[in-house]
């Protein structure tokens, strides 16, 4: 079977793979790089739990291929914050209750990072939006929303 | 899913590969093909990537047409400031689509190249007249957008052949034009019912006007018989809402899984209304 | 007093920050060496009887390790919360009842060798007439789900006299209500790995329900509950449909018969189809009131389509029967749920387990009285409303706090803010 080389950045880290063509995005991550915070909740689209971010933009990552990385950066849950420095989503998603089962909060916070990176005082229909291709069934999006507000004021934590 | 994977970085190694190699399944941004691919609906043998070609990209003015390139995104449509200003019907349909990740990733391209008679760019296409460039290396073909329908899923283009630019016309003075979607839910969506409409006036007459429908035929259609009956009269709301039933009677939607015939020729009606009127507001001639 | 650290109070969730950073384990995050990937054959009819099933050709695929059929079950080859009526593998001459019953699983070194190797399997079924509709399948001569027949449970609560009270009421009204079946749709699909470690087996999987896993698995395993642990991993959402057996018992026979590890996880058009759902159920009303408002009698018939198994079904009719009246006080009653089988999908436990059908059919019969006699839909609920020292339809008497009558003031005084009335 023919291997493609790529090369990209994943979570500030200069990465290199040799991968075959037909793997996806999410499985090259999940399964070949062990990072695992990335969820598969449908495989098509629908529930958002596998976004990451492809240069600063969420994507789903069931829906690209891997090679497609190759030349651009790619950022996972696992880039967002460390266990000794979280992420102000992260700790205000703790905070307000924004998680519960946790399987959609990988993909939710991707969604929200993308948003503040570009607007660092949303709307809630500036937040509803961005998250508007993350499903939750737990949490009923409330509190997913006070979180993604209240991360916008936070200073880093 | 076993394909071969082509990558050209340029048109003349497209036109290679497509030419020298068995069948081939343009790739664009995935949306489609993977879900397709994923549920074993295709199996392609040689899927050729196109995002390596940036002779596809951009969105580039050229007189009263804009160039928009196939592989350009809907996130990139919603966010340009040429598209906002002088076709922002594009824009709002593109705003509508999906979700933020599938709108980073699907491409207007491949809004056209699935043949969805649901696809949310197409209609506001329509109705600024777009035009479409298919190039092989035999050369270039333009053809009318809604000529390349051929049926859901089926698209009108050659072995061989790559849509290469898709060609709007940009609104002028006195020109207003609205898209509407209906889906089941707000984001994610795919559109029960969608369309668009363009409409000229000439102090409060209707010079000229095109109306777009998706999902509620094959392929998307424009509504001749109603922008005949249109152009000529004058532009208020007892027009308009005649316009709205004339539609309701002239699309033959069928009942599926998103929705009955009835409703969608419910909300037909409501689109061409609806969609006038909002036309008219933005060129400034109805108030509110 | 002693500082409460719990009760009322906003508490931090012990494994957030695992799951912000993306570390917490749900099961199909899981990897051990040498693991292998389980696949199920499930039926694609509606009811039928599997006359013949070879796996020979699928055995021969390399890289196949196993492919087991019922006739591989060692233990009770039966599984089922409430009773035990669902097969684990549908067996040579038994019955399929729905679509998505196992009849083979397989264990391969990749999902794609396993899936390809389903392929191979034949099965020859001889299609039985099924029964979708619970009122057909009421109806003597309809075809039979189950050998005992279709009628899974009843349950009555009479109380008072609703014949002759109804002739003395003011008001009365009538209506038919139905809800339709509902998918739980967790985003976290079913998963699970398990591995024999000595003479026991482990069983890591997503579930609500880790004790009764592991004596389903004991059941159907034949052996002692001291050699079946299972650890429940980080479950992504469950609401009732994590209480059945998914991906378990599988899993124990298929790392078993390989004694490898065997890792499955479902795909969302599989958890869709395999798993169960939330009762669709039929309720016929009749509900009087004298002429204040106040209720005075309520009849009504609930037929819950409990689909092919019984899973929770009758704990859930009989949640229905308890709840028909609301939380409102009807001092004659006269109820009667019913539970039965078809060969729809198994519904079984969904957050409110009965209780929000109901609703639809109570809430109903409340405004189409206070319509009738001319009162707002809020006084008609805060004059009925159960306070404390009340009965409810059962006969339990309230002895503590009734919550209702608050949370109707609450909403009264939201709904007149929200939006801008006065109710
Ligand atoms: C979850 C989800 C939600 C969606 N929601 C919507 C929605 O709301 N509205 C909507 O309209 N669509 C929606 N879609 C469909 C899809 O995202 C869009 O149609 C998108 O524009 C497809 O673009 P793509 O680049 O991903 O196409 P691809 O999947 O790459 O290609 C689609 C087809 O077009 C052909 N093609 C692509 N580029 C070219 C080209 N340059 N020349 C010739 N043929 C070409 C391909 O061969 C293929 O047949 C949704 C999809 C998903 C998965
Ligand atoms: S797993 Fe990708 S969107 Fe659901
Ligand atoms: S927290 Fe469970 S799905 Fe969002």
Same mark, same amino acid.
């Given at each position: 079977m023919n291997t493609i080389n790529i090369?990209?950045? /994943?979570?500030?880290? @200069? !990465?290199?793979? #040799?991968?075959?063509?037909? /793997?996806?995005?999410? @499985? !090259?991550?999940? #399964?070949?790089?062990?990072?695992?915070?990335?969820?598969?909740?449908?495989? #098509?689209?629908?529930?958002?739990?596998?976004t990451v971010l492809f240069d600063g933009k969420p994507i789903c990552s069931c829906l690209a291929l891997a090679v497609n990385a190759d030349g651009h950066e790619i950022t996972t849950v696992e880039g967002l914050g460390s266990e000794e420095k979280l992420d102000p989503l992260q700790q205000a998603f703790i905070d307000e209750g924004a998680v519960q089962c946790g399987f959609c909060t990988p993909g939710m916070l991707l969604s929200a990072k993308a948003l503040l990176n570009k607007n660092n005082d949303p709307s809630d229909a500036e937040i509803k939006r961005a998250i508007s291709g993350n499903l939750c069934r737990c949490t009923g999006y409330t509190k997913i929303v006070k979180a993604i507000k209240k991360a916008a004021k936070m200073k880093e934590v | 899913m076993d394909f071969v994977y082509h990558n050209p970085r340029n048109l003349e190694q497209l036109f290679n590969i497509v030419n020298g190699t068995g069948n081939c399944t343009l790739f664009a941004g995935g949306t489609d093909l993977l879900v397709k691919m994923k549920k074993k609906l295709i199996e392609p043998e040689n899927i050729v990537d196109l995002k390596g070609i940036d002779d596809l990209k951009g969105i580039v003015p050229e007189g009263e047409f804009l160039n928009i390139k196939p592989l350009v995104t809907h996130d990139e449509i919603e966010n340009s400031e040429i598209i906002k200003k002088k076709a922002y019907v594009?824009?709002?349909?593109?705003?509508?689509?999906?979700?933020?990740?599938?709108?980073?990733?699907?491409?207007?391209?491949?809004?056209?190249?699935?043949?969805?008679?649901?696809?949310?760019?197409?209609?506001?296409l329509l109705v600024l007249d777009a035009k479409v460039e298919m190039q092989s290396i035999q050369g270039q073909e333009e053809k009318e957008l809604l000529s390349v329908f051929k049926g859901p899923g089926q698209l009108s283009i050659k072995k061989g052949q790559v849509i290469s630019n898709i060609k709007a016309r940009v609104l002028a003075e006195q020109e207003g034009a609205a898209f509407m979607k209906s889906g089941q839910r707000k984001a994610l969506a795919i559109s029960v019912i969608n369309g668009a409409v363009w409409l000229k006036v000439n102090g409060n007459k209707i010079e000229d006007v095109r109306i777009a429908l998706g999902a509620v035929a094959p392929t998307p259609i424009r509504l001749f018989d109603v922008e005949k009956w249109l152009i000529g009269r004058e532009a208020n709301e007892d027009v308009f809402?005649?316009?709205?039933?004339?539609?309701?009677?002239?699309?033959?939607?069928?009942?599926?899984?998103?929705?009955?015939?009835?409703?969608?020729?419910?909300?037909?009606?409501?689109?061409?209304?609806?969609?006038?009127?909002?036309?008219?507001?933005?060129?400034?001639?109805?108030?509110? | 007093m002693v500082e409460n650290r719990v009760v009322g109070k906003s508490v931090k969730k012990i494994d957030a920050k695992e799951k912000v950073l993306g570390t917490a384990l749900y099961a199909a995050d899981i990897k051990k060496k040498e693991m292998l990937y389980g696949k199920i054959l499930t039926s694609n009819i509606t009811h039928g009887i599997l006359k013949s099933i070879n796996t020979e050709k699928a055995k021969a695929v390399k890289g196949v390790h196993a492919v087991l059929t019922g006739e591989d079950v060692p233990g009770l080859n039966s599984t089922g919360m409430i009773i035990r009526d669902e097969p684990v593998i549908v067996k040579k001459g038994d019955k399929i009842r729905k679509i998505g019953d196992t009849l083979a699983i397989i264990a391969a070194e990749t999902e794609e060798i396993a899936e390809n190797a389903l392929k191979m399997i034949e099965v020859e079924i001889e299609e039985l007439t099924p029964v979708f509709c619970p009122y057909e399948a009421m109806k003597e001569g309809a075809p039979q789900v189950?050998?005992?027949?279709?009628?899974?449970?009843?349950?009555?609560?009479?109380?008072?006299?609703?014949?002759?009270?109804?002739?003395?009421?003011?008001?009365?009204?009538?209506?038919?209500?139905?809800?339709?079946i509902q998918e739980h749709a967790y985003i976290e699909p079913e998963a699970g790995i398990a591995e024999v470690v000595g003479d026991v087996i482990n069983v890591w999987c997503c579930t609500q329900n880790p004790h009764m896993d592991r004596k389903e698995i004991a059941a159907n395993l034949n052996v002692g509950l001291q050699k079946v642990r299972v650890i429940q991993t980080t479950t992504g959402g469950g609401f009732g449909g994590k209480l059945d057996e998914s991906v378990q018992?599988?899993?124990?026979?298929?790392?078993?018969?390989?004694?490898?590890?065997?890792?499955?996880?479902?795909?969302?058009?599989e958890s869709i189809i395999y798993t169960g759902k939330r009762h669709p159920i039929t309720m016929k009303y009749k509900t009087g009131?004298?002429?204040?408002?106040?209720?005075?009698?309520?009849?009504?018939?609930?037929?819950?389509?409990?689909?092919?198994?019984?899973?929770?079904?009758?704990?859930?009719?009989?949640?229905?029967?308890?709840h028909a009246t609301g939380p409102y006080y009807v001092p004659n009653v006269k109820i009667t749920a019913f539970c039965i089988y078809t060969n729809n999908p198994r519904s079984g436990a969904f957050?409110?387990?009965?209780?929000?059908?109901?609703?639809?059919?109570?809430?109903?019969?409340?405004?189409?009285?206070?319509?009738?006699?001319?009162?707002?839909?809020?006084?008609?609920?805060?004059?009925?409303?159960?306070?404390?020292?009340?009965?409810?339809?059962?006969?339990?008497?309230?002895?503590?706090?009734?919550?209702?009558?608050?949370?109707?003031?609450?909403?009264?005084?939201?709904?007149?803010?929200?939006?801008?009335?006065?109710l």
């Open positions: 090369s990209f950045k /994943l979570n500030g880290k @200069d !990465m290199k793979m #040799e991968i075959k063509p037909q /793997l996806l995005l999410l @499985d !090259m991550l999940r #399964e070949e790089l062990g990072l695992t915070g990335t969820k598969n909740g449908c495989g #098509e689209g629908d529930c958002g739990a596998c | 594009i824009a709002e349909a593109a705003a509508q689509v999906g979700s933020p990740q599938i709108r980073n990733m699907g491409t207007v391209g491949g809004n056209i190249g699935n043949a969805s008679p649901a696809a949310d760019i197409v209609p506001a809402k005649k316009a709205g039933e004339m539609a309701k009677e002239v699309v033959k939607p069928i009942d599926d899984i998103r929705s009955s015939a009835e409703y969608r020729k419910t909300v037909s009606a409501a689109i061409v209304y609806n969609g006038l009127k909002t036309a008219l507001q933005r060129i400034g001639g109805l108030s509110q | 189950h050998e005992k027949g279709n009628i899974l449970s009843v349950r009555k609560i009479i109380k008072g006299d609703v014949e002759d009270t109804f002739s003395k009421c003011a008001a009365v009204v009538e209506g038919t209500f139905k809800t339709g018992i599988h899993l124990a026979l298929l790392a078993k018969a390989t004694n490898k590890p065997v890792k499955m996880v479902y795909s969302r058009e009131c004298d002429a204040q408002g106040m209720l005075l009698a309520m009849e009504c018939e609930i037929v819950a389509d409990t689909g092919a198994y019984a899973s929770y079904g009758p704990g859930v009719a009989t949640r229905c029967a308890v957050r409110g387990f009965g209780v929000p059908q109901v609703a639809l059919a109570h809430e109903s019969q409340l405004d189409m009285l206070a319509e009738k006699i001319g009162i707002t839909p809020y006084e008609i609920r805060i004059k009925n409303a159960l306070r404390p020292n009340m009965k409810t339809a059962t006969d339990q008497l309230l002895e503590q706090s009734v919550g209702i009558t608050k949370t109707l003031e609450a909403a009264k005084t939201r709904a007149e803010q929200l939006l801008k009335i006065r």
